[in-house]
């Protein structure tokens, strides 16, 4: 099924707004195994619209934006009209608005009422967080559909809007994935050569990030798709820490909390980050009660007492201070686990021994302490980043 | 000028990549008072080039991706054709090529040679992070940029295309901006009524984030721009914490550096990101020794000596609380300024006194501690990045 996307916005053309629709919503039709072939993005000026409808021959048209209820808000009548639709004023979907306004307490202006206005026939995608439904219509053998700007508005639509798809091109597909650690793209994409093609009928896609990345499996066929998910995962199972929905900090208190077991840090180039990573996850205060940042040697020496003789023969940025600084803490406190990051971040402070980027790890678990080396590359916050999500990686693997 | 941008890769549109391109060439070229007609994105096929192309009436055309040395690769000799410029493969840039792969310890292939291929007159944008040039050049009476996809080998071709256009535009162009805190988009919307009017030759745009918001002035007459400038300056300077280069961190860094100070804080429902947000600058050490995340109530009292009393009859969420967390970490510490950050970061845990979104501050300079209150609205991580803000935009006010 050909597809375009339609980005309606002079916020996007002008570099205020990224546009995240455009990569939300084809990601989502990539994973049913539609591909979008184009993009647009355009001005809300009727004429825009109507080149771009003459130019296009794709068979799926989506756009999004322009549904608001202002008059620079012309989307809804203007696709209506280019394709000579029927239409009605959903009074259902009107009363919805008035209530919504009611509900934040402001008067519903008559311009909203536009934002009722449908084909005949149409699915009408409702608007929780919003005024502007969203609509799919057929017309001229080409499925329309409407969504509105703001992504947390559209993207309960996108999901009605799958469901269709699915439904309509009797698309049944089966979705699995992984999210993997410890491993880059490039390392992964080599020992995957191969594998591919030994899983036609699925599609494999890598979506890599900072640290982290997933590969998301699609396939008309439950048991094609498992097959390729159990070879992945038996090849592949010591980077992968959990699956779609998930985030490593979220699985690392979650084994914490089914342990029922405190962690502690005690962090210097990290600065907070590990900890905050950590209290990013809600519950989070079940499994964390204290952690430590220690910049300094002299903070290093008073909150954790690691000792001058340490920090002076062997620097801050080292295996022993790393190994004091988690060990001590692990002393110090009630905490089950504790985990200590050191190193150099940069861009300056870096040495021909000691590079931006080295980076020393403590963990201490049933009272025994190891310590990792690391050498990253990327700036003073890939750096920071990757030293955290290494550390999250660290503490889970040890309390497997 | 009338411009179109097309970005090229499938990686956009199959939702793993975001186009944050179009979002940097269009903003700076809106800065300079071209703003982007249409954007498309097209797949890396001959006959996709030819359709934008033959539809399109932009006067200039910028490309970006599809400069690389694979057979995917298809820009630079697709457009050539296209246009039916003459052509030449550049030495210079070949050899370059050439010693940018001995560099990195590759072989180059007879594939990277066609990276070389240049329209005749063009102008040839180095690339000092990568084997793919960029170009300029002119045909047909339009403008032709090619740029690499990756941004950061972009960008500081981006620049020399601003300085080209300008040049070429005869755009004598003067930019100016402030970044705010402490208002949001709205408000400053409403207040700036009429303003815009009075400044006609200025160009004013905000760029919203959360917790903070930009205002780029750029205009063809410097005394127009300064004359903006400092009326702005005038009716906002209490929001105003800097340039556009500025970051908030960085403007509390630099004032504790300058007086010679050091900071350090106590942070509940922040978790650590306060003191992750100051180390993220570089020179850091100078101004922050230690931090402490000090999460249940135990901890609260061991490390910073809050009174039981206190947090049973106020609550570890309360001004109290706040007080005592700051205050007492000042007397602890050889802090100049000490802060403290305790609240409800939800999305569990609210009350109908204490909702999700209330949040106290502590800070202590001078040895004298002042409270404040507030109730922010988002999930909880925007929650907790608004009270990152708020904390650090006190540090700022406390010490000016």
Chains 1, 2 share one sequence.
């Not at 017309?139 to 559909?145: E, H, L, P, Q």
């Not at 952690?291 to 062997?314: F, M, Q, R, W």
């Amino acid at each position: 099924m050909k597809t375009a996307i339609i980005t309606v916005g002079k916020e996007v053309l002008t570099g205020k707004t990224l546009n995240t629709n455009l990569t939300s919503i084809s990601s989502r039709l990539h994973q049913i195994g539609i591909d979008v072939n184009r993009s647009f993005v355009i001005d809300d000026k009727a004429e825009e619209y109507y080149q771009i409808l003459d130019f296009i021959d794709e068979e799926l048209i989506i756009f999004t934006g322009g549904l608001g209820p202002t008059i620079d808000d012309i989307t809804r009548e203007t696709v209506i009209d280019y394709f000579g639709v029927e239409n009605y004023v959903d009074q259902v979907v009107l009363k919805g608005i008035r209530s919504y306004f009611d509900q934040i307490g402001l008067t519903m202006k008559d311009t909203n009422n536009k934002q009722a206005l449908f084909p005949k026939n149409s699915i009408i995608l409702k608007n929780n967080l919003g005024t502007a439904p969203g609509v799919i219509f057929e017309a001229k053998n080409k499925t329309i559909v409407l969504f509105p700007g703001p992504p947390h508005e559209m993207l309960p639509m996108l999901e009605e809007l799958i469901d269709y798809l699915k439904d309509r091109l009797s698309i049944i597909l089966f979705s699995k994935g992984f999210r993997l650690v410890g491993t880059g793209e490039s390392a992964m994409e080599k020992s995957l050569v191969g594998f591919y093609d030994l899983h036609p009928n699925v599609n494999i896609a890598p979506y890599a990030n900072i640290g982290e990345i997933k590969y998301v499996f699609t396939s008309n066929s439950e048991s094609d798709l498992r097959k390729a998910k159990d070879a992945f995962y038996h090849k592949f199972s010591k980077y992968i820490y959990g699956g779609l929905s998930d985030t490593l900090e979220g699985v690392v208190v979650k084994i914490l909390d089914t342990k029922n077991m405190i962690i502690s840090s005690a962090e210097s180039c990290t600065g907070g980050m590990f900890a905050s990573s950590i209290t990013s996850v809600s519950g989070s205060s079940k499994v964390f009660n204290e952690g430590i940042v220690t910049y300094s040697n002299e903070a290093k020496i008073k909150h954790l007492g690691v000792s001058l003789d340490t920090l002076n023969t062997y620097g801050a940025v080292s295996k022993e201070t790393a190994f004091e600084m988690s060990n001590n803490l692990y002393k110090k406190t009630n905490a089950d686990i504790t985990i200590s990051v050191t190193g150099i971040a940069g861009p300056t402070g870096g040495t021909k021994e000691k590079p931006v980027g080295l980076v020393f790890f403590g963990v201490t678990y049933k009272g025994v302490t190891n310590t990792h080396k690391k050498l990253f590359n990327g700036n003073r916050n890939m750096i920071r980043k990757r030293s955290t999500i290494f550390a999250l990686n660290l503490v889970r693997k040890e309390l497997l």
